[in-house]
């Protein structure tokens, strides 16, 4: 089979297509034909050799798939061989097979395309975590989404306009049009204006009652300066860090030195809570990851997550497929087909 190998950190010259043995299912798993395999910013932040999380190198990247059930192990029932599905993978996904354990595995439903398919796990888990476990996000309240044309961003908007909440998004300027027909209610441009003061404009001067922010570093201050008092702050990522070689390192290094630090006090005067988020520090609790993804599953079949593919990129064009998100050009999701 063919797979994509970060054969060490760089640029994206560090991408390759290369042969490797076919895998094989051990007792409890499957082998999956890959027919998708979603692309993170993870994958990005890994090739940079920004993410800690990430498996050493060479490494095959890759949390989510869609394809067909091709093989099982002893333990499972055959009769799903030759099922369509979607997987949640512990990297090794942006490959032509990938073996995953059964009970990481969702049925697709015929409503969604492989490439669909694979938009889901990280993008909406990610969001509904954020949005209902942890945010607790309420129908008569408001939420500013950062980098809302996202993938991630995407995924809150659907379960925000679900919730009913009043939705403020940041996102490049051509995103906003998109955005609006996908229901944002205030887009507001962060890449050439101060967000802040228009939020607070926006707001009456109260702020919002949840910000989600995958910026990291000096953001994650200026995100808390917009919580409405009862307000939540979500932290979930360090794009500020992005960038290759050395740049990267220093970012990271600045990001880190610029992070808040929240006193009890201010925190309990303010009525104001903090939390943070990593889903791949939550393979430990599968039960909890999956009733998120039941709800989120519900959510498809009732027609209200609507994974928005952006573009497909063959395996040997995914060093274009980094380059066009790194460019911050995607709109939702950037999909890997073999
Ligand atoms: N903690 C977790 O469990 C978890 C899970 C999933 C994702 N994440 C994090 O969530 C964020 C979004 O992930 P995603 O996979 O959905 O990616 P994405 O949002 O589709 O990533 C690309 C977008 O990020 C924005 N962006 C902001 N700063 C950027 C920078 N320095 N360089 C390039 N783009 C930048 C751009 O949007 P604009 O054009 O609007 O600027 C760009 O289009 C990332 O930080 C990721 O690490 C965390």
């Not at 890959?34 to 999380?53: E, H, M, S, T």
């Not at 032509?96 to 395309?113: M, N």
């Not at 379960?159 to 049009?177: C, D, L």
């Amino acid at each position: 089979m063919r797979q994509i190998v970060t054969t060490k950190n760089g640029g994206i010259d560090v991408l390759q297509v290369q042969d490797a043995p076919d895998p094989q299912a051990g007792a409890s798993e499957v082998v999956v034909a890959v027919k998708a395999a979603g692309l993170n910013f993870a994958d990005i932040l890994a090739r940079q050799g920004l993410y800690p999380d990430g498996p050493k190198k060479p490494c095959v990247m890759g949390y989510e798939v869609a394809g067909i059930v091709e093989a099982v192990g002893a333990e499972v029932d055959p009769a799903i061989v030759g099922l369509p599905v979607i997987a949640m993978t512990r990297f090794r996904g942006q490959a032509e097979k990938v073996v995953v354990a059964e009970r990481q595995l969702i049925e697709k439903p015929q409503s969604l395309s492989f490439e669909q398919g694979a938009a889901i796990p990280v993008n909406y888990i990610t969001a509904y975590a954020l949005l209902v476990a942890m945010g607790g996000l309420q129908k008569e309240e408001s939420v500013l989404i950062h980098n809302a044309g996202g993938g991630v961003g995407l995924a809150a908007l659907d379960i925000a306009k679900k919730i009913g909440a009043t939705t403020y998004g940041t996102a490049s300027p051509s995103k906003h049009e998109f955005l609006r027909a996908r229901g944002l209610d205030h887009p507001i441009n962060y890449r050439t204006q101060d967000w802040l003061p228009i939020l607070k404009e926006l707001t009456n001067d109260r702020g919002v009652e949840l910000v989600i922010d995958p910026i990291g570093g000096a953001h994650w201050k200026k995100s808390y300066a917009a919580l409405r008092h009862t307000g939540r702050l979500g932290m979930f990522g360090v794009s500020a860090a992005s960038a290759n070689g050395f740049a990267g390192k220093i970012k990271l290094i600045k990001a880190a030195l610029q992070m808040p630090r929240f006193h009890p006090l201010g925190l309990l005067n303010k009525n104001r809570g903090v939390f943070g988020l990593n889903l791949g520090h939550m393979w430990h609790e599968p039960e909890k990851v999956m009733e998120w993804v039941a709800a989120v599953m519900a959510g498809v079949s009732e027609g209200w997550i609507r994974p928005h593919v952006d573009r497909a990129f063959p395996f040997a064009q995914v060093g274009d497929a980094h380059s066009y998100m790194e460019a911050r050009k995607n709109i939702g999701k950037v999909i890997l087909v073999p």
